[in-house]
């Protein structure tokens, strides 16, 4: 892809995607869980959809036997790498919730009431968790990090760090109207999904840990409720 039109595009997409919800304040979104799904919605799964086929990576093997192999190492490595970045996510959770009562950290934290247990609002949800999940991995995960990494002129270990400094804050902004705590948790979070990426080379292993961690917490507040 051509240099110029990938500044253009990035450039679009930081604006119209990535700054919108970073702008959102604490307490913006606290009317609580909609499990409607909405125009952004959609709007959001296009978008990931086109971004995640533009930017994979793909390789052609001629050879069947070769071919059945890889996919067998694939699914391996992704089953393997979902299993260990979903237990590394659940940690840091356990963490900072076990922090929060310990410091008394709840006034940082958004709580937002649950929405009423029905079997089709069970079913929006799990909709918008996968939806939600994809387009994280995809813009946060893929798009941004690597897409940076092309676009900047300079190429070395700095702009590789750069990049990746720069992805996985944004992804952690994009929670500021959940409060400052989970701020935190998104930051670490978004670290160790990207370091899930670079292993597996690609978000699948990321976007099924990412959705079932999501799925527990929402589970979680449901109990809880």
């Not at 922090?99 to 069970?122: A, E, G, H, S």
């Not at 949800?125 to 798009?143: K, P």
Request: hydrophobic letters at 50%; charged letters at 15%; a positive charge.
């Amino acid at each position: 892809m051509k240099n110029k039109y990938l500044k253009v595009q990035f450039f679009i997409v930081l604006f119209l995607l990535v700054i919108p919800p970073v702008l959102r304040g604490p307490g913006e979104s606290a009317a609580g869980f909609s499990p409607q799904i909405r125009l952004g919605v959609v709007i959001q799964l296009v978008s990931a959809v086109f971004l995640f086929f533009q930017n994979r990576i793909s390789s052609r093997i001629e050879d069947e036997n070769e071919r059945r192999k890889e996919r067998l190492r694939v699914t391996f490595r992704t089953s393997y790498w979902w299993a260990l970045t979903l237990g590394f996510l659940m940690i840091v959770y356990a963490f900072i919730e076990l922090t929060c009562i310990i410091l008394d950290l709840n006034q940082y934290m958004v709580r937002k009431p649950f929405f009423d247990n029905t079997p089709m609002n069970w079913a929006c949800t799990a909709i918008l968790l996968a939806v939600s999940a994809f387009y994280e991995e995809t813009l946060y995960r893929q798009y941004m990090p690597e897409t940076l990494m092309e676009i900047i002129p300079q190429k070395g270990k700095a702009t590789a760090l750069v990049s990746e400094i720069l992805s996985v804050t944004l992804f952690a902004l994009e929670h500021r109207y959940m409060g400052f705590v989970p701020v935190i948790n998104a930051l670490i979070s978004g670290a160790i999904l990207r370091f899930s990426y670079k292993k597996t080379e690609s978000i699948y292993a990321g976007f099924i840990a990412h959705f079932t961690y999501n799925a527990l917490l929402v589970v979680l507040a449901a109990l809880s409720s």
